[in-house]
């Protein structure tokens, strides 16, 4: 991709499949320990590597990640579900009636299938800790707003197509918003900053409005 980045593609049958591959070598890699790595940034179906070019070659280190792609696959995920409360009130919620009309559901119904959705972290980006999650019922699938937000609040849970995503912080976007968990998703002083990590598996729990205020002064 550049003097000092490769970017490896997967291919899979299923953006799921094709996910699992990204997650597999990206933790190889990570397990492998390779010097002059700068950098990893996981996607749906890549995985940009950022390293030192005065210490590997582009030929060189497509080689030693060849070898270590072998091994990806005996890598396992060891990681536990992450639970994500999710309040779904009318004013977290600006355009669920959207989801619900576009998908012909009640707004019991939407809530139900959305919370049935088995969610995986795909990757961070647009923003820090701003996580592309894969998992979203397809009937839900609702396109995003044509013009965007100006301002997008944190927490906010959100739909775009077929994929879902939660806003780290008060920022512009044009995703359907569903609802909002009172975790703070990035923080900087935190370790990891990001409390979502790729590979993770996220499952939304509904809450109510007390329960939001409780845990929002966490």
Same mark, same amino acid.
């Given at each position: 991709?550049?003097?000092?980045?490769?970017?490896?593609? +997967?291919?899979?049958?299923?953006?799921?499949?094709?996910?699992?591959? +990204?997650?597999?070598?990206?933790?190889?890699?990570?397990? %492998?320990?390779?010097?002059?790595?700068?950098?990893?940034?996981?996607?749906?179906?890549?995985?940009? /590597? /950022?390293?030192?070019?005065?210490?590997?070659?582009?030929?060189?280190?497509?080689?030693?990640?060849?070898?270590? !792609?072998?091994?990806?696959?005996?890598?396992?995920?060891? @990681?536990?579900?992450?639970?994500?409360?999710?309040? &779904? #009130?009318?004013?977290?919620?600006?355009?669920?009636?959207?989801?619900?009309? !576009?998908?012909?559901?009640?707004?019991? %119904?939407?809530?139900?299938?959305?919370?049935?959705? #088995?969610?995986?972290?795909?990757?961070?980006?647009?923003?820090?800790?701003?996580?592309?999650?894969?998992?979203?019922?397809?009937?839900?699938?609702? %396109?995003?707003?044509?013009?965007?937000?100006?301002?997008?609040?944190?927490?906010? /849970?959100?739909?775009?197509?077929?994929?879902?995503?939660?806003?780290?912080?008060?920022?512009?976007?044009?995703?359907?918003?569903?609802?909002?968990?009172?975790?703070?998703? &990035?923080?900087?002083?935190?370790?990891?900053?990001?409390?979502?990590?790729?590979?993770?598996?996220?499952?939304?729990?509904?809450?109510?409005?007390? @329960?939001?205020?409780?845990? #929002?002064?966490?």
């Amino acid at each position: 991709m550049s003097d000092s980045a490769l970017l490896a593609r +997967v291919c899979g049958p299923s953006p799921m499949e094709a996910h699992a591959q +990204v997650t597999a070598l990206f933790e190889a890699i990570q397990e %492998a320990g390779i010097k002059g790595i700068r950098n990893l940034h996981p996607a749906f179906r890549s995985l940009l /590597v /950022v390293y030192n070019p005065l210490l590997w070659t582009p030929e060189r280190l497509t080689q030693r990640l060849d070898d270590v !792609a072998t091994q990806a696959g005996q890598i396992r995920e060891t @990681r536990e579900v992450v639970n994500l409360p999710v309040c &779904f #009130s009318a004013e977290f919620a600006p355009d669920l009636g959207r989801v619900c009309a !576009a998908s012909d559901l009640s707004t019991d %119904a939407a809530i139900a299938l959305f919370l049935s959705g #088995s969610y995986h972290v795909a990757f961070l980006g647009f923003a820090p800790g701003f996580p592309y999650l894969l998992g979203l019922p397809p009937k839900l699938a609702t %396109a995003r707003h044509a013009r965007p937000r100006t301002c997008v609040p944190a927490g906010s /849970v959100g739909i775009a197509g077929e994929q879902t995503g939660i806003y780290p912080a008060d920022i512009p976007g044009g995703w359907q918003i569903v609802g909002r968990t009172p975790l703070r998703l &990035f923080d900087p002083a935190r370790e990891p900053m990001s409390l979502l990590q790729p590979g993770d598996a996220v499952r939304f729990i509904a809450i109510d409005e007390s @329960r939001y205020e409780v845990l #929002s002064q966490w």
